[in-house]
């Protein structure tokens, strides 16, 4: 990628990647790029991608994420000219690899939000942009012929319905993939195993293609780091690199910005109100939460409670009860093992009589 | 020992009915003890076999052998007085063979092949120099894990009308591992007193990493839920997945409705059928049932079947379409008769696994191969033990030492089984995985355009 001064305007080249809607960033781009871009293009995605974590925190399902995922994409990445969106996508991600690669906890966060772009945005796409996509990433398995998949017919549409969906949203492209490729599939059923061989139908195939695409960016982000290290930063001292240097520091928590209605508490006044406004045993309760990140059962109920009845919504609650208690248990912990008495709280969870 | 003594002088005193005093000297007492086991290592435990199985044919001469690969395996010896000696590796079958007769181990335990032998692991710098490389992918099934369901035994106990849990779930699990997942060498072996163990042998299995295993464990394991859950097992969906309804079909229905509904009387008496009308959460149901079963009519055939046959009727009469009720009667079959799994066992490369032909200390059985196709005629209770071999020993029914010595006695079934059934195959498709792959990096080496 080439970074020009303001004056020039950007000349529009090819990227190269095939399909024009969902690139796969195997390679910097042959570009050239205004520096204000440079900037602006990586606000934006990174607007798209914390809004991504924000989604993830707060516990949405997969078919709420992938409307958020919509809906962000729409609102940050388009541009007046149809042409340049690719561009801007690909620019955009690479000047944020940039930003990204430069230690452990960034290049972690990096590669689980662009992931999970990546997976949402391949699911939005047509069955034939996923196809051609598919094909892109040369991973070494074949659709099944027809012959093969008469005889396994009724045991695919077997599998098809015990997951609970219907027949007629099943697809009749499968790929035949050594069972020890796709354990996600294997671990929940969800295909047909013969002789050591799954069945994947097309609309799963995004659990390969997105393992595939997380390690070749994780791979990749290893290499920009050195290259950064080694080269890139000191070069661009004057120019780039107090841009990327500014970009990684910015706020990456939740956006608490909206105030909500009087009546009902937001995250972004509870310290406040808790010191002000909390009866003595919630804010020793609070207080030992934010000294402890954890909180044994009864504290958990009562503080949750008393917060629900002081007009915390539960995404709010999920998100708050998150931030604390990732920092001790960890977030995967948290989702497994807290996250439902918090739901149960607020009626989400349990018979529900 | 005191009877060891009275044993000898009785046979120095025997004049007349000499056959029947050696008969009653060569009695000994069944269960476990120490110097029966030290005699049992020194004349029974094959440990030639055993180290051409963890060899995995790599004590063979052929170039693409690796003579290291015996002995990065980790063996562990559990001793007396709670004594447990860990990452045991040795390098031949005469180092395996002295360590054992020297230490006389209660338990032997077999974990992974690292990636350097275990008994040198600290002399070796650096982190993540001693990793596991390669173990065989195995079960561990416990009847104890059936308690809940189960009234003629608990805890350790095991009979004739429980132990039939175990043979379905070899069979549902032999099936699944062969036909699904692809897998050919595989060998199951009684634990000694209340389970079976598995071991996958083949050479992708012994590759898989935790992750696969545990997506492998998974497919495997149906009930979710803890003590607060009404119903372990729930199927939604409108069909089964085809290795669940295979299993169902084909063993687990027939099992149920033909055998273990009566063994256990699981309808004749109110406490147990409770249990069952817990797990069909419709009311109008339960109590439909209830109310027709209170009235205590003793019917002319087996009360389970009868009512089981009421409860079937009423939950696939197809009056309710509610979709909780759909697969209710699968589900009580499931939750009865699938096979209980030890998930942390089959999860991780480096978890250990006791070695066949070991003596359980508790009930001195010897730990031996069952053969998956003949399960049903397994019988625990019948399995050589200690005392039996000990005694066949003292009537001379070992014959000269050597590959057929033990033909004669109660363990040789087990012997021989083990070499043709698995053993024999295994080393076969070693030997010949062991030629093409090296036969393949030959070629390689020679592609010049290769680098």
New interface residues.
Partial sequence: MEIVGSRRKSSLSSAGDAFPTLPLYRSAPVLEVRLEDFELYAIHRLRVLKGISDGLSRGKKPNEMENLIKDLWKVNMMHSEAAEVINKDIISHFVLRLVYCREEELRRWFLSMETTLFRYRFQLETPEAQRALLAEFDLPYKAINNAEYETVKD?LN??V????QSLSSADTVYYKVP??QV??L????RV??????AYVAMNQVNSLLVTQYRSNLSKALVLTNRKWTSMIREQEKDRLTPIVEALSVSYLGPDYSQSKEYGEISLKDIDQVAKKSFPLCMRHLFGKLKEDHHLKHGGRMQLGLFLKGVGLNLDDALAFWKAEFSRKVGAERFDKEYAYGIRHNYGKEGKRT | MVREEAENMNTDMAIDGVETDRKRNHEIPDGFNPNYLKIYYGRFFPYGDMHKWMSYGNDGKHPGCDQSYFGRREFSFSLDKDIYLRYQSFNNAAELENSIKEKCPFKIDIGAVYSVDPANRNAYSGANVFTPVEKELVFDIDISDYDDVRFCCSGADVCSDCWPLMTVAIKVIDTALR?????NHILWVYSGRRGVHCWVCDG?ARR?NN??R??????LHVRKGNENSLKKVSL??????????RSYAEVLKDFFEGTYISSQNLFSDEERYEKILKMIPDESITSELRGKWQDNKRPRDDINIVRWGHLKHVLQSGKHKVPSIRRCVEEIVLTFTYPRLDLEVSKHMNHLLKAPFCVHPGTGRVCVPIDPEQCEQFDPLTVPTLSKLLEELNMGALGPPGDEELENTSLGKSIKFFRSSFLHPLLKSCKEEIESSYASKIQRSKNPLNW
């Fill in positions: 045991k077997q599998v319905r015990s997951t609970g069972f020890e354990p996600e294997v671990a929940t059923r047909y195993i013969l002789k050591g061989y | 036909d699904d997942f692809g897998f992708k898989l992750e696969q545990s997506a492998i464990t998974e497919y939604v969906g409108h069909s089964l997945h085809p290795f669940l309804g």
